[in-house]
T-cell receptor
Framework: GAGVSQSPRYKVAKRGQDVALRCDPI?????LFWYQQALGQGPEFLTY??????LDKSGLPSDRFFAERPEGSVSTLKIQRTQQEDSAVYLC???WGTGGNTGELFFGEGSRLTVL | GENVEQHPSTLSVQEGDSAVIKCTYS??????FPWYKQELGKRPQLIID?????GEKKDQRIAVTLNKTAKHFSLHITETQPEDSAVYFC???????????FGTGTSLTVIP
């Protein structure tokens, strides 16, 4: 596709359920980022991949959060035993570059997670 | 780590007037400063960016200025139009670590 695609767009989970959010970046983009955006806030960094390597996961809020990008393209963000504070929009972004300042971030439309 | 502050959080202007949004950053090593526009329910999209080797950049009605000494940068929108209504985010990125640190956003409303 022409842009970054995320699915599902909306997810409602009961507290304690596991969820998986998918990101399909722009073809050929080496860098992939996951961000968490709470209502009325800016995106908060979660994790960064360069191809299949997860180079930075310092933003993951707890060990319930796990991300992978096994073949260097599609990425999945998994949240185990969801809590109400996990409710947010999860944004995926990709860019062509590597190293510092990877260039323009192209964002997906996000996955809105609501934990009841 | 880097800390980006953005002001104001909300801004209303009459159509045709100018709008200015300001951001400050804490890490003097940051050298790339993009601005993103996010319309309601849509993805953030880059509208303009500036690198630390220049002080100002302009693209039609949009301009960004950077003051490295004071560690602040600003977005200027002239001749505002209703379609400029959106949330605007500034960000700062240091040269290593692949991190983008975002401000908390400014909700701009352009009143026809």
């Amino acid at each position: 596709g022409a842009g970054v695609s995320q699915s599902p767009r909306y997810k409602v989970a009961k507290r304690g359920q596991d969820v998986a959010l998918r990101c399909d970046p722009i073809s050929g983009h080496v860098s992939l980022f996951w961000y968490q955006q709470a209502l009325g806030q800016g995106p908060e960094f979660l994790t960064y991949f360069q191809n299949e390597a997860q180079l930075d996961k310092s933003g993951l809020p707890s060990d319930r959060f796990f991300a992978e990008r096994p073949e260097g393209s599609v990425s999945t963000l998994k949240i185990q035993r969801t809590q109400q504070e996990d409710s947010a929009v999860y944004l995926c972004a990709s860019s062509w570059g590597t190293g510092g300042n990877t260039g323009e971030l192209f964002f997906g439309e996000g996955s809105r997670l609501t934990v009841l | 780590g880097e800390n980006v502050e953005q002001h104001p959080s909300t801004l209303s202007v009459q159509e045709g007037d100018s709008a200015v949004i300001k951001c400050t950053y804490s890490d003097s090593a940051s050298n790339y400063f993009p601005w993103y526009k996010q319309e309601l329910g849509k993805r953030p999209q880059l509208i303009i960016d500036i690198r630390s080797n220049v002080g100002e950049k302009k693209d039609q009605r949009i301009a960004v200025t950077l003051n490295k000494t004071a560690k602040h940068f600003s977005l200027h929108i002239t001749e505002t139009q209703p379609e400029d209504s959106a949330v605007y985010f500034c960000a700062a990125s240091p040269p290593t670590g692949n991190q983008f640190y975002f401000g908390t956003g400014t909700s701009l409303t352009v009143i026809p």
